[in-house]
């Protein structure tokens, strides 16, 4: 069975040398590998025939494994002591327990160039000529002497360990005990945001922590079809505010939980819109009664229920506007056929994944319609992402949390509330005038 979702595409470049070129270097990471008890195997590449070996180098709980296909790669690899290496979960970071020192990668939200930044914060002035060892990097110390800190160039180590291209800048603590992975994340993290936000509030320069690249080699584009129909003049136009709020949800990558919330924006214009039907339902079915009386207190109440409008206009509360905003735009079967195209994706949505979403899809029910499903997973996700901790406090719902695990997971959700959005954007469109 292929392992290859497991690469980047970049970990899986075609072999250029020969085999009799790798095999003393491939002789020489596995006995480096054995001696250090590290994992390595080899699994199938990309193409047909290729073999690629991989090295599971710890993380946390799991391992990262760092790719072995050419003659530089196992060269690169084999030039660092990576025995002595174990990775932080969600970054690019390394943490060394025999030195005591973590290292992550770290990138600059903006244009300058590493060089710039490293001179702006060491002070030196603009077309100042400054000396290379002290403009490349800026050394800290703790009032205790106990933790050293510093923003520089990347070591060796992180710049080989890593997947995709070196980092420019990274930062890096060396303290006592550090000795486990969850100290040395939690160390690394209350340090680095510490810092960031120093260095923001005094030179206006943004440093953010690299996350761990993921692998998209194989994203599966199968709810599409093999050859898109021919691109034609458009027959449908969109309302201004929900088509800008879906291209912000399209540009927003890297940051899942603004994504989600912009997706959730678009679907969210048109409750008003859509939960009057809904609400005209609930308010013949009342009426319908026989045993309805107008002068009765209790039966006024069930009316005003089925007419409660909220302060956007929309009527009833946000989960059953939403609830019928789904089942107004969006067909049944095209739901389930939407979920069921990727195993992945099915599997994963229909499955309770701790502190992302309790609520599972039923797609093993053939004849169950899951748009209500789809909107209690929705909104609970929805719930997670805008609620403060002090809500979550008194709310049925966690707080979910920018850069976390379960953040990292959304991937599917993503695709389905894009899903819902795009469909919601066609039952809403009107015709093209030109």
């Known amino acids: 069975m292929s ?13 250029t040398e020969s085999q009799g070129d790798i095999k003393p270097l491939r002789d020489k990471l596995e006995a480096r590998c054995v001696a250090a008890k590290i994992p390595i195997e080899e699994v199938e590449g990309l ?4 073999r690629v070996f991989r090295v599971g180098i710890p993380c946390g709980r799991e391992r990262r494994w760092i790719s072995c296909f050419n003659f530089s790669s196992f060269e690169r690899l084999l030039s660092v002591p990576f025995e002595d290496y174990v990775f932080l979960q969600g970054l690019d970071a390394v943490c060394n327990y025999k030195t005591g ?12 160039s590493s060089r710039s930044l490293l001179s702006r914060l060491l002070k030196v002035p603009p077309g100042v000529s400054a000396d290379h060892n002290a403009a490349t990097g800026l050394e800290l110390l ?38 486990q992975h969850d100290k040395a994340l939690e160390h690394l993290r209350r340090v680095s945001d510490a810092l960031f936000f120093q260095i923001d509030l005094l030179h206006d320069v943004t440093f953010t922590l690299v ?31 929900p088509i800008s709020l879906y291209w912000y949800a399209r540009s ?16 969210e214009y048109y409750f008003p819109t859509y939960s009057q039907a809904d ?55 095209a739901v389930r056929q939407f979920i069921t195209a990727d195993s992945v994706r099915s599997d994963f949505l229909s499955s309770k994944v701790r502190g992302l979403c309790d609520h599972k899809i039923p797609i093993a029910s053939p004849t169950a319609d899951l748009r209500a499903d789809v909107a209690e997973r929705i909104y609970e996700i929805r719930c997670k992402i805008v609620h403060t901790k002090t809500d979550a406090k008194n709310s049925e719902f966690e707080l979910l949390l920018p850069f ?23 039952a809403a469109s009107t015709p093209f005038h030109a």
């Not at 160039?153 to 000795?179: C, Q, Y």
């Open 211 to 241: 996350r761990e690249r993921r692998s998209l080699a194989r994203r599966r584009r199968s709810t599409r079809a093999e050859q898109p129909p021919d691109i034609a003049f458009p027959v449908h136009e969109y309302d201004s505010a």
């Open 142 to 179: 703790s009032p205790d002497q106990k933790t050293s800190l510093a923003i520089s160039e990347p070591s060796a180590e992180l710049s080989k360990l890593v997947r995709g291209p070196s980092p420019r800048l990274s930062i890096s603590l060396t303290a006592d005990g550090i000795t």
């Open 3 to 15: 392992n290859i979702e497991q690469f980047p595409e970049e970990d899986l470049a075609p072999e």
């Open 404 to 426: 976390s695990k379960e953040a990292e997971q959304l991937a599917h959700d993503i695709e389905l509330v894009q899903f819902v959005a795009q469909q919601v954007l066609i």
């Open 47 to 50: 193409e047909p025939g290729e």
């Open 252 to 267: 927003a990558i890297g940051m899942p939980l603004l994504q989600y919330l912009a997706y959730y924006q678009v679907i």
């Open 279 to 333: 609400a005209r339902r609930k308010l013949k079915a009342v009426l319908k009664d026989p045993g309805f009386r107008g002068d009765r207190d209790a039966d006024l109440g069930r009316l005003l229920s089925a007419i409660h409008v909220s302060r956007s206009g929309a009527f009833g509360d946000e989960r059953s506007q939403l609830r019928a905003t789904l089942l107004e735009c969006i067909d049944a079967e």
């Open 101 to 112: 020192t973590v290292e992550a990668a770290v990138r600059a939200l903006g244009a300058s």
